[in-house]
């Protein structure tokens, strides 16, 4: 064992590299005079430049964003009151079943998610969209919102609410000066896991949306269709930076947990 | 007064379940039969029994396994790796932090790096080899799916990893226990909870990609979820595309059995 000190070490340092390549790949050629994805040829900051002169594309982002703070914060306060609800539940069959039919939309592939969601917008005689598109995410963050909640629910003592009744507390007053405080933490994490995967989501997107109204994911699948252009470099960039902050932000909120397994997607 | 606040909660997410879990696969069934005119019929089943489409679905489920099996294999030594590493929870949060990263930029990523004259290329230049088609193939469309979900992974593996007790292997080498035999009757049977729980959510989606085989396999592969984007968004056949999604549906839910029992004790 204590011969090969080094390979571990070396294992992992492969494995780091690959994992970041692509991305800083991406992010070195954003600098590219060349306008190629493969010969660098002086440093420019033109395609940031003309990124910012785009007003498509920035019009684009905004409504990529909007879609993801909005849908992030119903799928919150829906996703609250469902795992409220689970954790209500005193019969085992209704709690078991309810939380089967949670976790659905987490482990059916994107896809059919997809294709189902059309299906059920074109019955009821929407429009494709906004409103589909900011519908669909709603849906699928919906019950990752409920997975990071419903554990912090269930280590809250009952003790706690049978002493807040005790003291005259009304339901109301139990819910928003002793639930919904102590289960905060699980409410931002599940927030920020909506928002994140909301930013992310290209498949279902691409099933919903119209003519007129594309995201993020969508515009680049299709710029990318079309071969390489460095604006979506420069794109990938501030991108990169951006999810950077929200990754530390929802690090640091699970950290306040103290839990040791915080870092989510554990089903 | 307890059940009326009870059933409160339930409301906005029994819609939810009611509106996006069950109508849309309910609705996906329901037009599995009927044909591109709208008319009732089992066509779409018989089709389905066709060598083209049983082929599709052949290869579709060997390249998930294929994908699944390389992810494996290079996921859990990482995963153990990492356990022994110092800091491990920000080595960890390291390795997830890639999977943030918009799944499109990614994939755009290695356009640049397998394209023609890209990084790879001209790394096997370098080495003697020369250049040749790499962007494409079935090489390159595995390889990217494992980049991108290698990080999904690793985290359950970890997961279970963490979660071993170590005295278990204190006295397996007490007892005379080679480190192989160790990680054959020990590690690797305690461990294959996070492991099944790893292949479940690569395999599923895999069966169901669709961008990556447009963007890195140009169109050579095909996928189930090829099959049904271009059932729904191109050919506007939804009828075959649900019948295919119908079947991708049971083929998820075999596949959530035989690794689901993750909460019953394994041995």
Not at chain 1, 125 to 145: D, E, Q, T
Not at chain 2, 247 to 257: G, H, K, R, S, T
Request: aromatic share 16%; charged share 10%.
């Amino acid at each position: 064992m204590k011969k090969n000190r080094k390979w571990p070490a070396f294992y992992l340092a492969l494995i780091f590299i690959i994992l970041y390549a692509p991305i800083f790949y991406l992010i070195f050629y954003s600098f590219n005079s060349g306008g190629t994805m493969y010969q660098f040829e002086g440093f420019t900051l033109d395609w940031y430049r003309e990124l910012f002169a785009d007003t498509r594309l920035l019009i684009i982002v905004l409504n990529t964003v909007i879609i993801a703070l909005l849908s992030a914060a119903i799928s919150t306060i829906i996703g609250v009151a469902g795992a409220l609800a689970i954790s209500y539940a005193r019969k085992r069959r209704v709690k078991n079943t309810l939380l089967s039919l949670n976790n659905v939309l987490i482990v059916s592939p994107d896809v059919i998610i997809g294709a189902s969601f059309l299906i059920l917008f074109t019955m009821i005689g929407l429009k494709l969209g906004f409103v589909s598109v900011l519908l669909a995410h709603i849906a699928f963050s919906v019950p990752i919102v409920v997975l990071m909640v419903l554990p912090k629910i269930e280590e809250m003592s009952t003790s706690m609410i049978y002493a807040a009744m005790d003291l005259g507390a009304s339901r109301f007053d139990v819910l928003t000066k002793v639930i919904l405080p102590y289960i905060t933490p699980g409410i931002f994490a599940g927030f920020f896991m909506a928002l994140t995967y909301s930013l992310d989501d290209f498949a279902v997107t691409f099933f919903v949306t119209g003519n007129g109204f594309t995201t993020l994911s969508v515009e680049i699948y299709s710029l990318a269709r079309r071969g390489v252009s460095l604006n979506i470099n420069a794109l990938s960039a501030l991108l990169f930076l951006f999810t950077i902050i929200l990754v530390i932000g929802y690090y640091f909120i699970t950290k306040r947990n103290e839990k040791p397994n915080g870092m989510g997607v554990r089903q | 007064m307890r059940t009326n606040s009870r059933n409160f909660y339930l409301i906005p997410y029994v819609l939810w379940i009611a509106l996006f879990v069950v109508a849309p696969l309910l609705l996906v069934l329901y037009y599995s039969f009927f044909d591109i005119e709208g008319h009732f019929t089992f066509e779409n089943y018989r089709n389905f029994f066709t060598p083209v489409y049983l082929k599709m679905t052949l290869s579709s489920f060997w390249y998930a396994f294929l994908i699944t099996l390389f992810s494996l294999l290079i996921a859990y030594p990482t995963a153990y790796l990492l356990t022994k590493t110092k800091h491990k929870q920000l080595w960890l949060l390291l390795i997830i932090l890639p999977s943030w990263i918009n799944l499109l930029l990614k994939a755009y990523a290695f356009l640049g790096i397998f394209g023609t004259y890209g990084a790879a290329n001209s790394f096997l230049d370098a080495m003697g080899i020369g250049s040749r088609q790499i962007l494409f193939t079935d090489f390159s469309f595995i390889f990217v799916s494992v980049y991108i979900f290698l990080p999904f992974m690793i985290l359950p593996i970890y997961n279970s990893l963490d979660e071993l007790n170590p005295t278990l292997l204190d006295a397996s080498n007490d007892l005379g226990g080679s480190s192989w035999v160790t990680f054959k009757r020990v590690i690797f049977p305690l461990t294959l909870d996070g492991v099944k729980a790893g292949c479940q959510i690569v395999f599923i989606p895999a069966l169901s990609l669709f961008m990556l085989t447009r963007l890195i396999a140009g169109n050579r592969v095909i996928t189930l979820g090829t099959a049904i984007e271009q059932h729904f968004l191109v050919t506007q056949d939804w009828g075959m595309g649900s019948t295919i999604a119908v079947f991708l549906i049971i083929a998820m839910v075999i596949i959530m059995v035989l690794t689901g029992r993750r909460k019953r004790g394994i041995l």
